[in-house]
């Protein structure tokens, strides 16, 4: 996901190349690690259901996913900068596959927390709201955890890559909105469908589109030439 905290992006870093650590490919895969061991133990009966068909079969939700995604991603390409990197395919192949699959499962695992808190306590004195509240609280779950992994570990992983000119920061100001729009379509997709794995695959298009215009220098990247 780009939930990024556009303000701590902003500080400049001397080294553009590797922010807070010299092996960023340790920390991601201890983070892929724990996020698959414990997706995999609470996610086990979505992972192991092929649930697409059902995404599909609502033409409003495809289109809203598609739609989101589109949003997002055009904010993005336009504020954000790869600093002369070149682009290195290998890398982009492990890390979209990657983090789409891992970091998906953590977000689906704190949705999926949040979603059952939400039920369970208005299924207590308003049963009619319960679905309703357990998705509420999912989507905010799933935010908070997003915004707290981008703004906590992935901005010293990732070089800064946003721009400071008067207009990007106007367009900087709409991302936050187009996160959640995102989000929201991917909570949907969880709630309606219980489809892991459509939302496995928009993750990773999202990964793919940030390895094309940032190119961090992690799995190999940094032995790349122009």
Same mark, same amino acid.
């Given at each position: ?5 556009d303000k701590a992006a902003s500080q400049s870093r001397p080294n553009t190349e ?12 201890? +983070? ?23 995404? #599909? ?6 289109? +809203?996913?598609?739609?989101? #995604? ?5 904010? +993005? ?33 704190? +949705? ?8 369970? &306590? ?35 992983? #990732? ?28 909570? &949907? ?38």
């Amino acid at each position: 996901m780009n939930l990024q905290l556009d303000k701590a992006a902003s500080q400049s870093r001397p080294n553009t190349e590797r922010v807070g650590t010299h092996h960023p490919e340790r920390l991601i895969g201890l +983070y892929w690690l724990i996020s698959i061991a414990i997706g995999t133990f609470v996610l086990w009966d979505w992972l192991t259901t092929w649930n697409v068909a059902a995404t #599909l079969n609502r033409p409003w939700l495809v289109i +809203y996913l598609c739609a989101s #995604l589109v949003l997002s991603q055009t904010l +993005y390409v336009l504020v954000a900068r790869h600093g002369g990197r070149p682009i290195h395919w290998g890398a982009l192949v492990i890390f979209a596959i990657g983090n789409g699959f891992a970091e998906t499962l953590a977000f689906a695992t704190v +949705y999926r927390l949040g979603e059952l808190l939400g039920w369970w &306590l208005l299924n207590l004195f308003a049963p009619s709201f319960a679905l309703a509240a357990g998705f509420i609280v999912g989507v905010i779950f799933f935010s908070i955890y997003g915004g707290l992994i981008h703004g906590l570990f992935w901005l010293r992983v #990732l070089p800064p890559h946003l721009d400071d000119n008067p207009r990007s920061q106007s367009i900087r100001k709409l991302r936050p909105i187009a996160e959640v729009v995102l989000v929201i379509g991917w909570c &949907l997709c969880l709630a309606l469908s219980r489809d892991l794995w459509s939302v496995i695959f928009f993750h990773t298009l999202v990964d793919v589109g940030l390895m094309i215009l940032v190119r961090p220098t992690i799995f190999g990247a940094g032995n790349a030439e122009a």
